[in-house]
Every structure is written in structure tokens, then in C-alpha cells.
């Protein structure tokens, strides 16, 4: 659905500088701009109703202009304001800047359980500093390893010592960014506790329609583990209707999102529809009475905003939320609704309420969807016509999978580096059993424990979310269901973005204008692909990683490389710091070695603990070096890994060397003597640990 003309979507015209001006706020969110941005939006917003007030009398109508571009720089102030003031870290009282003992915090999300720990974020609202409490603010996140720790709930008050840590950067090469994502949602510290490191204070201090929302929805995940016996279909269950992700293994998130269905695990606007048309249908009955639309209407928006706050208040379903609620009025009250308008309206109500919303994949790919579903579906549908009514209700389907997908593709490629080749199959083999899992679960959860009839529900529930695993498993695993190491430079995404909207603008209005924009586009990204491309298989490196407790280090001949580690492939630390490094490669063939293993390849030549690469030696030195090499060689590397304590002095006899290169896997102690060691015999070093890691090229 497209405007006529901009006076049908105000909002999405006046949303754009709100979103540029939180763009630069991210960029810029120093408390030190406040004053300036404050001012200059004061005094925008004085002249602008200034020149309002005097339009007439000024002639303003020759320069209409002059109000548009007020408009747009206070709303951009607007977005860059709203973004200072919500990063805790701009708070004078903020926790990490007062030195204290203790601190009081109050766990303000769902404890889960994983990996032996408990993690949770909390509000910290006083520091005790020589048994003086003050009121202070911020949010930590905390870990607790320990048994007792289940008992954990949300609205419980902690004392905790202020022992916490900054969060870490990445430190290799295509790591997850960890630091940048918990920023995104004011979250710059870390603590790690152990049993007798924290007492609880209080109980239930929480707000307690959150309290009472997430007890059911605990309530609700053990009502669906009743009558249910497969624990794949509970966690999925949980997760599709109640958007309770902590029982969800690895395996079945991998399956969606190799499938192109990864959306139908995150409780978003399908699922909201769903719960609408169920609702719509049951109240039926008030459509003929007096006021029945309004008490309709009410009893609607109600139950979907408490769903969404039942199923986590992600962004994503807001999104569905204050949309759907926003569409309900209008038909209330028999208004015009301009779907694109209702978008930015939802999208401008939810970042007032928290800018950094924009920063969540889950919002921008929501968001992106629908934009897409609004604008290109009706296009890509026109391009075929069905004369048979099922032909053309298939076609409408696919229209709606296809728009969806090519509007998300480069940021789902820009985030996740994989793309669905089969999206279409997967996306429309998964309507019908949807349906069936959110209608059965839904009845299931909402009615009492009925002999026969829950067991049927929960047997129908149950069924359909196995036979839809199996197929997307089976869809998974075909040839060529995916194509993945898609690695997309900002500047890239940028461009697939701008060839995608030309493009359909081309199709909608014929302007030979956007089909140039478009191939030229397409032109520097083909440039900035291949010269990547020929770049990466022409190049040849030696990368150390900073794997803290674990060597690592990579040898890259063009599209092969030689990873020498003490981690299986199947280690999550090899698959969150050393897998994405070579992806980002375009690794087509990778070979683990162990430290201790012989090595004799075309490119590569490890004899014991010297290793030739190219034309560079390297000389690993750990605990397993048992003699030293009476002839002096040259070599241009040293590693020292395991804390073998070397003497440097020792070292300098047997090897000549260009640098030391130190890893995490050393202590504190050790690594200081290396260094103090490393000086006094003006040698070169590098250290790995809490530092990034390096490559160096080898010709």
C-alpha cells in the first residue's frame, strides 16, 4: 500500500530525522553534549512556533522550506537527546563512579540457568561504602555459580559485594561483538559470584504485574510439560506460544535459521494476528450491541498488549502490539488506516520509550518485514496472474515469503552471513502447522485440565510441532540449503539496500532514473566483492587469537588454512572466536591440529615445535620442550604458551629471534616476568591476553 502522496504518511516523513538524529546519538551519546543539544533544541523549537504564530504576517508561504527544515533538525535533536539521557553511563549517580563495598540490586528480568550458571541483569539502587548506604543507578549484569542460585526470581533484592568488571570487547578477528551488544541495552558491567557471595535481602520487590506475568508463564510452561512428553516439542511449545527461549537447544534454533523460519520462533506480529483473529472470533457476539465495538476493542488491545508483556515485551512484538492495537482504533471509530503511517507511528511510540530499541535485530528485521510485506508485496504479486482461485491464493503466499525475505536479505546476511535457498518451500510448508500449534496451544493453555480434551489439544500441539521439525530438519540437510560465509562490509549493505528499492521503485513507476541508480549500484558492489575476493585467496597470514586459557593460532594459505589448537571443532570457544575468523575468509577447507602433532602439508611444515610457513619460522615454546638446540637458530616468531616460565637470557642463546609473542594461556605473574625479561634483553613482544589478537602476512 502505497501514499499518493506525503500527506498520507506524515509520520513516516517526520520519523526519518528522529532516526538519524538517534543514529549520530549512538555514535555520539557523551553526557558532555547535553547542554548544547538542549539548548539548540530549545531554541529551534521557540523560533519555529515563533515563525508559526507569524506566518501569516511574515508572507511565510513563499518559504514554505523554512518549517520543514525546522521540523527535521529539532526531531533530529529529538532522536540525539533521547539517546543521551538513556545511556545510564551519562548518569551522575551511576555505581561506577563512586568507589563502595557493597552494593544493593534488585533482579529486574527472568534468571535462567545455563552452563552451571545463573545469569541475570539488575538494577543496582544503592552502594554501601563504610556502612553508609546511597541511592545510586545502573544496571549490572551478574552470574552466580551456584545451586542455591535457582531459586532466583525477578523483584528479588541482593546484597553483593562491588567486585564487577567492565564488559570485554571482542578481541579476534569476526568475534561477536559481546561488549557492543549488551551496551545496546545499557549494560557496561559484569559481575561473577560464587556460593556465600551474596545474600538476599528481600522478596517481591519487583513491579508486580511483571511479577505476576512471568509466574504465569511459568505456571504455563509446566501446564505444557503435563500433558506433553517430548522435550524438543515443550521447548518449542514454550517458545512459539509464550516466547520462553531458555529450554531451546542449539540444534533446533540452527534448523530454523537454516530454513528461513527462525521468525516463527520469536513471538512477534504472526503470532499477535493469530491471537487477534481468535479473540475477533470469540467476541463475535458484541459486533450487533450498544457500545459493543468499543467494550470489543478494549477487551482486544487488552489481552494483546498482555500477551505481549506474558511473552517478554521483546521489540518485535510491541511492534505487533501498538500496531494492531493502533489499527483496532481506527476501525473502531471507522477511520482511515494508511498501514505505512501505523508502521512509523509504532516505530516512533517504542523508541521514545527506549531509543536503543533501533540497535535490536529482532526490531529493525520487524520492522523490515512489514515495511517490505506493505510496499513490494502488492508489486511482486501483479508480476504473475492466476486465473484458478487456488493458483492465485498459492501465488499470494509466495508473494508475501518472497517480499519478506528480499527485504530483510542484506540485513539478515550483514548480521547472520547465511542466506535460505529454500525460504519458499520452508515458509509455506510451515503456515498450516503454525496454525494448528498456535490455535491448539492457545485452547490448551487457556482452558482448565479437561480428561479427554487437554490430552487431545496437547496431543495435536505436540504432533504438529514434531512433523514440522522433521521437515525443516529434512529441508536443512538437502543439497545447497543454504548459502553461508556471506560477509558484508557496511558500505556493501548499504548498497544491496539501495539496488533493492531502486529496483522495485523501477517496477512501480518506470523511471529509467532508478534503474541506473540501481546498475551502478550493482556495479560497485561486483567491484567491492571480487576485489575482496582475490584479496582474501591471494593472501597469505599467520593470525594469533586470544583464546584467554586456550593457544590458538591460524595459518592461511588462500582458501585452506591450518588451525593449530588444543579446542575440537565442536568447543563453543572454537566456534565463537576461531569459526567466524575463518568464514570471514572464505575458508574452504580448515584442518585442526594439536600442539604436539607433526604437520606436513604443501604450505606448512611442523617438525616437533618448529614450524615453517612460507617463508617464515616459527618456534612454539611450552612445557613440552624438553632440551634446547645447541646451534643457534634464526627464527622470526617465539610462542610461548602453558606458563613454562622461560628464561629469556637462556632463549637468546639458542634462538634468534624477531618477536615474543605471549599468550593468554600464561599467568599474571609469569607473563610480567616475560615482559620485565623481554626489556632487558631489548627484545620485541605482543601480548594476547586482554589484548586483540594480530596477523602478520607471509609471502
Known sequence: ??????????????????????????????????????????????????????????????????????????????????VVNYNELNSKNHFAKTPSQYLIV????????????????AKVEQEVANQQ????????????KDSAATRLSYGDELLIPAKYNAVEPPFNPAEFNYKKYLAHQNIYYQSFLYPKQYAVLSKNKGNPIVAFALNLRQTLVQKLKTNMHDTTAIAVASTLILGYKADLSEDVLQAYSKTGTIHVLSVSGAHVAILYLLLNFVLIFLDGRKYGKLVKAMIIIA?????????????????????????????????????????????????????????DVGFQLSYLAVGGLVVFQPIIYKLLEFKNKWADKLWMLCSISVAAQVITFPLSAFYFHQFPVYFLIS????????????????????????????????????????IMNKVLAAIEHSPMAGINKIWLTTTEYVLLYVLIICVFYYWFNKRNLFIKIALGCLLLLSISLTYKRIKTFNSNTITYLNLK?????????????????????????????????????K???????????????????????????QNKKLLIYNTMVKSLSAQKIKIDYLYITGNPK????????????????????????????????????HLDYRVLKRNNSFSVVSN
Request: net charge positive; aromatic share 10%.
Open 646 to 681: 622461560p628464561d629469556i637470557t637462556v632463549l637468546k642463546k639458542s634462538f634468534d629471534n624477531n618477536l615474543l609473542v605471549i599468550d593468554g594461556s600464561n599467568s599474571d605473574a609469569s607473563i610480567n616476568d616475560i615482559i620485565s625479561q623481554a626489556r632487558e634483553n
Open 427 to 466: 515458509n509455506l510448508f510451515i503456515t498450516i502447522p503454525v496454525l494448528a500449534i498456535m490455535y491448539s496451544g492457545l485452547l490448551y493453555l487457556l482452558l482448565p485440565q479437561l480428561p479427554y480434551l487437554s490430552k487431545a489439544l496437547a496431543y495435536v500441539l505436540e504432533q504438529s510441532i514434531l
Open 133 to 144: 548506604a546511597t541511592n545510586t543507578t545502573g544496571t549490572l549484569l551478574i552470574a552466580i
Open 303 to 359: 489481552a494483546i498488549n498482555y500477551y505481549a508483556l506474558l511473552s517478554g515485551f521483546s521489540p518485535a512484538v510491541c511492534r505487533a502490539a501498538v500496531m494492531l492495537s493502533l489499527i483496532i482504533i481506527g476501525k473502531t471509530y471507522s477511520r482511515y488506516i494508511n498501514t505505512l503511517n501505523i508502521l512509523a507511528i509504532s516505530a516512533f511510540v517504542l523508541l521514545l520509550y527506549n531509543p536503543l530499541f533501533i540497535t
Open 587 to 613: 575458508i574452504a577447507k580448515a584442518t585442526i591440529y594439536n600442539l604436539d602433532q607433526d604437520i606436513n602439508t604443501t604450505f606448512l611444515k611442523k617438525k616437533n615445535n618448529l614450524i615453517q610457513f
Open 549 to 585: 586459557k586456550h593457544p590458538a593460532i591460524i595459518f592461511k594459505d588462500g582458501s585452506e588454512a591450518i588451525v593449530l589448537t588444543d579446542l575440537p571443532a565442536i568447543d563453543k570457544n572454537y566456534r565463537y572466536s576461531i569459526q567466524p575468523y575463518l568464514d570471514s575468509c
Open 106 to 121: 534488585n533482579i529486574n528480568n527472568e534468571p535462567v540457568l545455563k552452563n552451571e550458571l545463573v545469569r541475570f541483569t
Open 1 to 82: 500500500m502505497l501514499a499518493n502522496h506525503k500527506g498520507e504518511i506524515p509520520f513516516v516523513v517526520l520519523i526519518i530525522p528522529f532516526l538519524l538524529g538517534i543514529t549520530i546519538g549512538l555514535n555520539f551519546s557523551s553526557g558532555v553534549y547535553t547542554t548544547l543539544l538542549t539548548t539548540a533544541f530549545a531554541v529551534l523549537s521557540v523560533v519555529f512556533i515563533a515563525l508559526n504564530i507569524s506566518y501569516n504576517k511574515l508572507n511565510l508561504y513563499k518559504l514554505k522550506w523554512i518549517g520543514g527544515l525546522l521540523m527535521a533538525l529539532i526531531l533530529l535533536l529529538a532522536g540525539w537527546i533521547s
